[in-house]
Each structure stands twice: as structure tokens, then as C-alpha cells.
């Protein structure tokens, strides 16, 4: 009696259909195969299914032939192996026959074929049948690859917007030289792909989705940190330029070149107060929205009173540099700063103790 083996060492007929294996007859071989199919078409194990009735077709009319499937585990060779071999027993004890069992072994690459010991142990095998599927590997490849990429996010992602970028830098150096502005497309070119550069190498591709989220939700939340945090940006950007203002009219003042470290107290020192604006805002408008949310702790409270010591010495130290303010203001002023944070952290602890006791 001849039996047609359809091996599938890495039991992708079991996990992907959850058919149980061995599966023995022609009728359930191809049913197995058009299962395997309809949920993954591109799984070569579905041609070896089909090869298997294949086979049997052809044999049967000259001898007594069965066809059977099996199917070993994902993952370890051994334990695919001794699966293997278990299933393959239990097809040959099924077999109501007193002849002897002689095996064909169809697979779809040598993968499979290293069970061969493991049935030649249990019944003679006769041949070896490897399904390779004819194609035009080249151009098949090619379309193949090709698809993959268009349809994988990540890898479109990847791919095609540099070399969207790369393709769009003629008509544009055409649109910039009738706009008499030759040099402003390579400049804008480079750019844009330096900057595309940096952001897939450093991964903010992440980070910019949960802030975008988290903006989102802020604003169909009615979260107060989505205004707070747009005014303490405004509120940088003129702190900013309040600073280039006030290292303007130092040097201006001095009348000559300035030494690193006054250039850095003038910017400090006109953009201190702002900044702190828009500290103290940001800090207030997330303390808002975790009090109206249940999340407050007395602790959050330290915020404002850090953002005011903060400022304060960084506006007396570089006030100092600049020869605006005395060496004893700046010592006072470093202590006052000192006392407030420590105190204000002891007193909000304290307040947040006592609040958690009384809970209890």
C-alpha cells in the first residue's frame, strides 16, 4: 500500500485553521488545502496539500494509495520532529491494511525534509516530492517586492518620502529659476531631507503621534492645559525676543564686543520674567485640569513656588553679571529662593500626610 505524506513541519494548517491533524482522505486533504488557502493564500504548505491529491489521483488508479496530512510544532525542530512522528503512527495504525506501508513525502522545501529519519523509521519511503511553484522569478520577485512596499506603512513611510522628495527637486529648481530664485530649491530640498533624516533616526516618529493624541483628547476634553500651554509658547517666543532686546541695548550701551558670559546674562536676564510667565501659567492650568480630573495632590502646588525661585535667580545672577545688581541683593535673593522651595516642598508634604491620615 502506498501512502502520499503531506508534511507541514511548522503546523500551519493547525494554527492558521485549526483543523486537527493527521488529517487522512483525499476529500479531507482538499478540504484542509482550501481551508489553508481562504485564510492565507500565499502560504506555500497549501500547494504540498494539493500536491498530495494531486498524487493520489494519479496513483490510485494502479495500486491501493491513501493521502494524509501532517504536521509538527512551531518553533523547536526536536519537538516538530517527534510531533511528526507521532501523527505518522497514528495514520499507520488507522490504516486497515496487512500490506506493507510504502511512503511518497511531499514537501515544500528542505526544511520539512529533515523528518525524513523520523519516517524511515516507521515505514519505507519510495520518494521525495518537492513543490516548487512555477513563476517568472524576476519580475514576479520584483512585483512582489514592490507590493510589499506600498503596502506596509512603516516601509512606504521609509521609502518613498525621501524619494518623493528627490524626484520633486527638478520641477521645483524649473519653478525657482522662472521665480529667479535658483539657489532657494536645493537649500529647501536638503533640508527637508535632513530634517525627514532626523526624525526617523532618532524615533520621534512616536512621540509626535501621542503628542498630536494628546492634544486631540485635550481639546475634545476641555482640558485647560491645551490654553495654558499655547500662552506659555507665546510667552517663550516673547521672552525670547525681550532678551535679544535687552542684549541690543547692553551692547549698545558698552559700545564693544562683549564676553561670552555677558552675552548669556543679557538673554537671561530679559527673557527671566517671561519665562516664568509662562511657567507659572503652564503649571497653573495643569494643576487645574488634575484637580477637575480627581488626580490633584497637594504636591503639585510646589510647582509655581519652584518657577518663582527659579526666576528670581536666574534674573539676580545675571543682573549681577551685568552689573545691575549688588552681590548682597544676589545673596539675598538666592536664600530667599532656597527657603521658599524648601519650605513650600516640608509644608505641601506635610499638608498631603496629614490629608492621607485623615483618610484613613
Known amino acids: 500500500m502506498l501512502l502520499v505524506l503531506c508534511v507541514d513541519l511548522d503546523d500551519d494548517l493547525g494554527r492558521k485553521t485549526e483543523t486537527s491533524t493527521p488529517v487522512v482522505g483525499r476529500d479531507a486533504v482538499e478540504d484542509a488545502a482550501v481551508a489553508l488557502a481562504t485564510v492565507d493564500p500565499e502560504d506555500s504548505d497549501v500547494n504540498v496539500l494539493f500536491e498530495g491529491v494531486h498524487l493520489y489521483d494519479d496513483l490510485s488508479t494502479d495500486e491501493r494509495v491513501e ?24 495514520v499507520l495504525a488507522g490504516l486497515q491494511t ?11 522545501g528542505a526544511q520539512d525534509e529533515s523528518v525524513l529519519p523520523v519516517i524511515r523509521s516507521r515505514a519505507r519511503i519510495d520518494g521525495v516530492r518537492r513543490v516548487v511553484v512555477r513563476q517568472a522569478q524576476d519580475l514576479e520577485s520584483m512585483y512582489y517586492t514592490i507590493k510589499q512596499v506600498l503596502n506596509d506603512p512603516e516601509t512606504r513611510g521609509t521609502i518613498l518620502v ?14 525657482a529659476s522662472f521665480l529667479g530664485l535658483p539657489g532657494a530649491v ?21 512621540a509626535v503621534d501621542e503628542l498630536v493624541e494628546r492634544a486631540r483628547d485635550s481639546l475634545y ?6 490654553i495654558t500651554y499655547v500662552v506659555a509658547a507665546a510667552l517663550l517666543v516673547i521672552g525670547g525676543v525681550e532678551g535679544v532686546d535687552r542684549l541690543n541695548d547692553y551692547r549698545a550701551a558698552t559700545g564693544g564686543p562683549l564676553p561670552v558670559t555677558s552675552v548669556i546674562a543679557a538673554l537671561v536676564n530679559g527673557a527671566a520674567t517671561w519665562f516664568a510667565a509662562a511657567g507659572l501659567t503652564s503649571s497653573v492650568g495643569q494643576i487645574t485640569d488634575e484637580y477637575l480630573h480627581d488626580g490633584f495632590k497637594w504636591q503639585y502646588l510646589n510647582a509655581p513656588f519652584y518657577v518663582l525661585a527659579i526666576a528670581a ?13 549688588s552681590l548682597p541683593t544676589l545673596a539675598a535673593v538666592l536664600t530667599v529662593g532656597t527657603l521658599m522651595s524648601v519650605l513650600s516642598t516640608l509644608a505641601f508634604a506635610v499638608i498631603e500626610d496629614r490629608g492621607v491620615r485623615t483618610a484613613k
Not at 504536521?71 to 517527534?82: C, K, L, M, P
Not at 525621501?162 to 519653478?175: K, N, Q, R, S, T
Not at 476634553?221 to 491645551?226: E, K, Y
Not at 535667580?313 to 545688581?325: D, E, I, N, P
Open 67 to 90: 493521502v494524509a496530512a501532517v504536521t509538527g510544532v512551531e518553533g523547536s525542530d526536536v519537538q516538530a520532529n517527534r510531533a511528526v512522528g507521532t501523527e505518522v503512527d497514528e
Open 98 to 108: 496487512s500490506e506493507e506501508v510504502r511512503t511518497v513525502i511531499v514537501t515544500d
Open 162 to 175: 525621501p524619494l518623493g522628495v528627490l524626484l520633486l527637486i527638478y520641477p521645483l529648481a524649473v519653478l
Open 186 to 206: 536645493l537649500g529647501l530640498s536638503s533640508g527637508a531631507l535632513g530634517l525627514y533624516a532626523l526624525f526617523r533616526g532618532l524615533g520621534l516618529a512616536d
Open 221 to 226: 476634553t476641555g482640558r485647560v492645559t491645551l
Open 313 to 325: 535667580v536666574l534674573y539676580a545672577l545675571s543682573g549681577f553679571f551685568l552689573r545691575t545688581v
